[in-house]
């Protein structure tokens, strides 16, 4: 079956770094766009990031642009999110999905249970 693990969250101050990464087994890692999408306290999903397929493609939202960096390792079925200069608003459980097709970032058949991120003083 299909399965999208997370890692890497934890509590960390304004201006800090984290790295999350996202294991994928079940599937054929390689053939789909995937996605971060992070949920805030209170708020409704928000997309943040996704990458094409083989990599060669990558999408922010403005609120992480120049910040975030998504990558992904095809040969470990590994993708990553690299966040940088972290904000209090950042503060959600971000969640690693799988898209259904080629550039569709709008929803996502497959997700991860979620590290919850949190940026705090």
């Known amino acids: 079956q299909v399965q999208l693990v997370e890692s890497g969250g934890g509590m960390v101050q304004p201006g800090g770094s984290l790295r999350l990464s996202c294991a994928g087994s079940?599937?054929?890692?390689?053939?789909?766009?995937m996605s971060w999408v992070r949920q805030a306290p209170g708020k409704g999903p928000e997309w943040v990031s996704s990458?094409?397929?083989?990599?060669?493609?990558?999408y922010y939202a403005d609120s992480v642009k120049e910040r975030f960096t998504i990558s992904r390792d095809k040969t470990n079925n590994r993708l990553t999110l690299q966040m940088n200069s972290l904000k209090p608003e950042d503060t959600a459980l971000y969640y690693c999905?799988?898209?259904?097709?080629?550039?569709?970032?709008?929803?996502?058949?497959?997700w991860g249970q979620g590290t919850q991120v949190t940026v705090s003083s």
């Open positions: 079940g599937f054929t890692f390689g053939g789909y766009d």
């Open positions: 999905a799988r898209s259904p097709g080629a550039g569709v970032f709008y929803e996502h058949d497959y």
């Open positions: 990458i094409s397929s083989g990599g060669s493609s990558t």
